[in-house]
């Protein structure tokens, strides 16, 4: 049963563009949602996070937005970076604390030059 | 500043044999976390070690098992292996269990 859902395995953009890349969860409880980017051979890097308090969080060119009332999420990458291609993982949270962190099965992004 | 690391990088298992992984912490870092990522998942939460003392556990049987050592690294033991054990193993360290968790490369496990 999977809580937190990414339903786009791939996405390819093009160098300058903007990325768009989505999340839906079905636990009414999680409060807190991070974002975080995986390159082969390295583990998962934060990259930004948002309370269910806010319904954006915006931090260079990575935006993050949450619609509670849908449990849908999306993080928004402006311009997108060759250095960008890696895969994305949305992960969700209870009581506003970092752990244990669920994660969806992410979504990996290509941005073409 | 030392970030997490994992050792091995790779091992390969055969079914029913018992494997250890190690974890060292981020420098000052008091919690650790495991997780499991099967092939085309996102990564799976294990359980949580902080300060020594199991602190949180995911639905994994009872096979897996760990331990944080006063120097705060850890270890997953998993006996009994099976084919579904296959699976790359992520560590996490945070200063705290509510903090930042910074994850190490992992170690991918292959069961036959």
């Known amino acids: 049963d999977q809580q937190v859902k990414q339903n786009s395995p791939s996405l390819s953009v093009q160098e300058g563009r903007i990325s768009i890349l989505n999340c839906d969860y079905t636990?009414?409880?999680?409060?807190?949602f991070l974002w975080y980017k995986k390159y082969p051979a390295e583990g998962p890097t934060f990259l930004i996070s948002?309370?269910?308090?806010?319904d954006k969080n915006e931090d260079g060119r990575f935006t993050v937005f949450l619609n509670k009332s849908a449990k849908h999420l999306s993080l928004h990458i402006v311009p997108s970076q060759p250095g960008d291609s890696a895969v994305y993982f949305c992960?969700?949270?209870?009581?506003?604390?970092?752990?244990?962190?669920?994660f969806g099965k992410g979504t990996r992004l290509s941005v073409i030059a | 500043e030392t970030g997490v690391t994992q050792s091995p990088t790779h091992l390969i298992k055969t079914r029913g044999q018992q494997v250890t992984l190690r974890c060292s912490s981020q420098s000052g870092h008091n919690t650790v976390s495991w997780y499991q990522q099967a092939l085309g998942q996102g990564p799976q939460f294990i359980f949580q070690y902080y300060r020594e003392e199991e602190n949180g556990r995911g639905n994994f049987p009872p096979r897996f098992s760990g331990l944080q050592f006063p120097n705060y690294s850890s270890e997953l033991n998993v006996n009994a292996l099976e084919l579904d054990d296959s699976a790359l193993y992520l560590c996490?360290?945070?200063?705290?269990?509510?903090?930042?968790?910074?994850f190490g490369p992992g170690t991918r496990l292959t069961v036959l």
């Open positions: 992960a969700a949270t209870l009581n506003s604390g970092n752990t244990p962190l669920v």
């Open positions: 636990n009414s409880m999680f409060d807190y």
């Open positions: 948002i309370s269910s308090i806010k």
């Open positions: 996490a360290s945070s200063l705290g269990v509510d903090n930042e968790q910074f």
